[in-house]
């Protein structure tokens, strides 16, 4: 069974700049999650989508973050502008169920470096 | 307060040792509880969930203290493979459904 795809794996933008990374799930699954890791913490929740609503968007920056998930699959995480303190890894995870019982099976993540 | 708080280590322990990670929650509402594993530039990956009950997978062994808000790991015969950051993750219900991760502990194990 495939994982949790992303792209891209690696991305250097200087500050101002847009930038958009993008994720598809497992096959299957209706919840997408796209969380935020900063270097020597813990993946932080940005937003949550059942299928292709937003179950939760309380900690995502909305004047420069925005996220989509069309059709209920694919989803797409856009920055703009860009910030310094927005170099982190960005990492999409899915999971059958929304209810937070469930594993949530990660991708490898996009790398981001903003200078 | 964080939601989920974890001593962040690092922890060096030489090969064959016992070792025990500790995690504090703030919600009591919190219904669900894991511990993921990260290895160094890596996506983390599930470890095992934690029961009230206490529950074991191997050299593994998950604690749940719902009255002190408290989760435990405890690694038995550490080995070289273990080194890696071990995150303590819940589900806090406060009309989220998503899972909330501690700062993770990082574990070396030396030869």
């Known amino acids: 069974e495939a994982g949790v795809a992303q792209s891209p794996r690696y991305k250097i933008i200087e500050k101002r700049q847009s930038v958009a990374f993008w994720c598809n799930p497992i096959?299957?699954?209706?919840?997408l999650y796209w969380y935020q890791q900063i270097l020597g913490q813990g993946p932080k929740l940005l937003i949550q989508?059942?299928?292709?609503?937003?179950?939760?968007d309380s900690q995502l920056p909305k004047d420069r973050f925005s996220a989509e998930r069309l059709k209920g699959v694919d989803s797409t995480l856009k920055i703009q502008p860009a910030k310094l303190e927005d170099s982190a890894v960005y990492l999409c995870?899915?999971?059958?169920?929304?209810?937070?019982?469930?594993?949530?099976?990660f991708g490898q993540g996009t790398r981001l470096t903003v200078v | 307060r964080k939601e989920v708080e974890q001593d962040p280590g690092p922890f060096n322990v030489p090969e064959g040792a016992t070792v025990a990670f500790n995690c504090t929650y703030s919600?009591?509402?919190?219904?669900?509880f894991f511990w993921y594993r990260q290895d160094c530039r890596k996506e983390p990956k599930l470890l095992m969930s934690?029961?009230?009950s206490g529950n074991e997978d191997g050299r593994f062994t998950a604690q749940l203290n719902r009255a002190s808000q408290y989760i435990s790991l405890l690694i038995r015969d550490s080995k070289l493979s273990d080194s890696a950051t071990y995150l303590c993750?819940?589900?806090?219900?406060?009309?989220?459904?998503?899972?909330?991760f501690g700062s993770g502990t990082r574990l070396q194990v030396q030869p």
């Open positions: 995870a899915s999971s059958s169920l929304g209810t937070g019982d469930t594993e949530a099976f």
């Open positions: 096959s299957g699954h209706a919840t």
């Open positions: 989508f059942q299928n292709n609503g937003v179950v939760d």
């Open positions: 919600n009591s509402a919190s219904q669900s």
């Open positions: 934690v029961y009230s």
């Open positions: 993750v819940v589900n806090i219900v406060t009309g989220r459904r998503a899972l909330t």
